[in-house]
């Protein structure tokens, strides 16, 4: 009989062998060690295989059963139990929980003194931009597990997720640097299009032309000394325009009143005298932004693009004010991609 | 309710900040987490450098304290969950519960990093002193090093006998094995790994529920239908359909009504539910029974159990 199983609920060792054999089987399946933790400001928006989304949020109702001696709680939870015991990172954080757990309620007896003391006036532009950084990514990344589970349950889970890249977005625009916000939201515009699939009348495919507004490093010389520049101002009122970028290709978003208005140049000879259907594929994650024809993914330009490959259109109306550092802000997170196509082939 | 930090006089209140008692809740994390975050933050700070000792200016410490613990608000998704994610048992918690937790997480993870770095960890009486005279009534306080030893399952051994000694957990055992009937070399490897180990029992409980001609096929790359083996029963134990189904199938034996002259049983949905589960979770353990064609269900308020049925749902989850 092995060492380790002395001194457990099986006395004579009836059970030992198949212990034994259970707890290999299920210790041996796709192995994760326990990685360090991410170092906060490294990027977490990729849960790694170590976050099991379909146990991990279990662990506390499980751990409050338990402390509560619950009768029949390891049947009730048994797919978790089972996988408590081949994964070592989720039974870390039962240990964690049950320790926190049971101080919480063990301390219910006791009144609480303690002045807790909290700046009232606190927000999230006081907040450490690191901080708010590594929330954006825990949102997104929860936002992608979210949806990769349900897409293993075959169940529906855009409008939780949509929720949670809501948030980030929201959040994001308290930090005023554009690198920051760039890591932030590196992977809000794949996220959002996982959670698009399921859309009938979601973002085309067949874009002739992907813009994405310029946040954080640009691509070229140009663009990098505008943005480290514009990272240096944190956002002053005079640069009351969005720039957009596709490859050599640039344009911009303005604003007269509450009009967004989108301006594009050099289109090419191919699309000139043509209408265009513009696609803003993270259109429907804001609601403040009333888009022409109601639908931001098919957008019809108000006229045909020019002879010398200009467009100017209008995009829609908001209350949100460019001049406005956080509003200007999310507008640009909502530029983050922009796709146009010819109307008529 | 507000509490000037500082003193009465008009110099004072001018630096003084204005501090809050309990700002957040885990309902505004939940609901609000754009409002009640930056109070998070400063909490966790606040504690982290309470319990970091010598790591306490140590910005990179404070930051992974801070963080691990705002990282566990969001995997079990009460941060931001909103009404979409599922309640957890923090969501019952009473405020000055709430905080205690918190607490015991930042403090636990300081301990961790004090330890990695093989620094001391400070006594009571060092973060007494370091202390502000009002939080010397504070229960919280005392820094008490984890022992694991003394929960429940503290270590996969301890966990993994209790999977096989209860019995229902067994049963789940036991049907995941027969459902390998589908693949007869993958159950007959199974069955010589149980019967090499000496799990006879249950290798007579899993024949007695199968064909008797399942184990004439000869066996072959043993190894490979092993592993393709251990693949599916990892899979199937962790799989919640699997254990509702045990589950149901012995609700249904014991709580059904019976029409004396078919000796058929009626079971109403809510019955099942008891205490423990949601109509749901019932409803999952049925659509399994009945995929299994143990059941004749489809998404009724009473479920009909003929004899015939009974008897399967018993050899479903016998243990005997």
Redesign the interface.
Known sequence: MSEQFVGTPDPQGQYTPLAQWLYGLLAHGPKEAPTEQVAVGEDVSLPGKDYHAGFYPQLPNFVMALLRQTPGVTTRYAPLFFHLLGCPICHRAYLETYDALRIALADDARPTTTALRLSASASLATTSPKLLVFLCQLLLGQARAILQQAHRDHTDEDAWARELLQQAMQISRYLMQGTLRQRALRDLVEVASLAQRSEIDGPSAQATLSYSALVGAGSSTRGRGVLRRADMMSRSNEQASIDLRSDSLEGNVTQEGELLILRLVDLDATLRGKFLLISVPLGTLLEPVRWLGGNPYAIRSAGPVGADGTLVTPLGSTELSLSKPEDRNLIETLFKKLDISPLEP | M??W?GGATGEKKQHA???????FSANDLRYH??ES???L???LQ?RAQRYLGQLSFDA?EV??V???V???L????L??G?K???Q???D???N???????N??VQ?KAIDRLRRRRLPMSTTGELEDQR?P??D????NAVVE?F?GD????????????????E??RI??KHCIESLSAAPRQLQAVIQ??EE???SE?VREVRADLPPDLEQTPLAHLSQHKDHA??K??LC????S??LA??IAIRLTEYGTQFSRTGSVSVPLQTLTQD??SLREVQTGLQHLAHAGLLDWHGEEVVIVTLAQQKGLTRFYEDE
């Open positions: 507000l509490e930090a900040e204005v501090f809050t008692r309990m700002p987490v754009e975050y930056p109070a933050c400063t909490y606040h990179f930051d992974q801070v963080g691990h705002i990282e566990y969001a995997r079990i998704q941060l931001g909103g979409q994610s599922p957890t048992a923090l019952e918690l009473s000055a519960q709430f905080y205690t937790f918190l015991r997480m636990n502000s009002d939080e009534n504070d229960p919280l984890p694991w929960i429940p399952f503290a270590n996969p051994e301890e966990a993994v006998l209790e999977a096989v000694s209860q229902q957990l789940i055992l790994e149980l180990l000496g799990a249950l251990h693949k029963l990892r134990l962790q799989k919640n699997t254990n045990v589950m423990d589960l």
